[in-house]
């Protein structure tokens, strides 16, 4: 059974620039949460969404954010990067509204 | 205040001690805990999770919770020099296990000498 799927593993953007990050959750899985993760401030959760919409939210900018697809996979988007936004970013996926979140391997952001 | 506190560690124990991490909450509505283990360059993977005072035991592993106190822990007994990783504490609004929003820690670094 495949896992959490995230693409791309790393990337390197400018400031400025803006950045979309692709989830794909286990199959059968209808929620998608995402997660930001950096040395300072652990894991802080950016959003989630189940069967298509955002059901929570973190307290991040506008600048941040997210969607869903029929198949359930996600995609989240940072615009006008800034270098705080360097961080491991994690996709989590489960199959409903409740129960274990299995987690993707993350994809590293670096702003230069 | 954070509102998940976790010490950063290092915990330095030795194989086959006994290993207890410690986490506190700030919000009294809280209603799930969870632990998860990473490893250098993984992703989070749950090791068991609690919503109701006392402790519950899965193998190596016994999770107590106190909600008076606010204050969660988890104990490695016989610890391995695999279970050396940074554990997190995360802890939801919602009960039943639920994960929607979780509020995780900074996480603690253990590592088991041989």
């Given amino acids: ?112 | 205040q954070k509102e998940v506190e976790q010490n950063s560690g290092p915990l330095s124990v030795p194989e086959g001690a006994i290993a207890s991490l410690n986490c506190t909450y700030s919000d009294r509505g809280s209603q799930s805990f969870f632990w998860y283990r990473q490893y250098s360059g993984k992703s989070p993977e749950l090791i068991m999770f609690i919503y109701s005072n006392g402790d519950k035991e899965d193998g190596r592993f016994t999770a107590q919770l106190n909600k008076a106190s606010q204050y969660v822990s988890l104990l490695i007994r016989d610890s391995q020099p695999s279970d050396s990783a940074t554990y997190l504490c995360a802890v939801n609004l919602w009960g039943g296990g639920a994960t929607n929003k979780l509020i995780f820690g900074t996480g603690t670094l253990l590592a088991v000498q041989p």
């Fill in chain 1, 1 to 112: 059974k495949a896992g959490v799927t995230q693409t791309p593993r790393y990337l390197i953007k400018t400031r400025g620039q803006q950045v979309t990050l692709s989830c794909s959750p286990i199959s059968g899985h209808r929620s998608v949460s995402w997660y930001q993760q950096t040395p300072g401030q652990g894991l802080q959760f950016l959003f989630e969404y189940f069967s298509e919409t955002q059901r929570n939210k973190g307290n991040f900018p506008g600048r941040f954010s997210g969607r869903q697809f029929s198949n359930s996979r996600s995609e989240m988007n940072v615009s006008t990067l800034e270098l705080g936004d360097s961080a491991l970013y994690l996709c989590a996926s489960r199959r409903g509204e409740t129960g274990e979140l299995f987690f993707g391997e993350g994809s590293r952001l670096t702003v230069l």
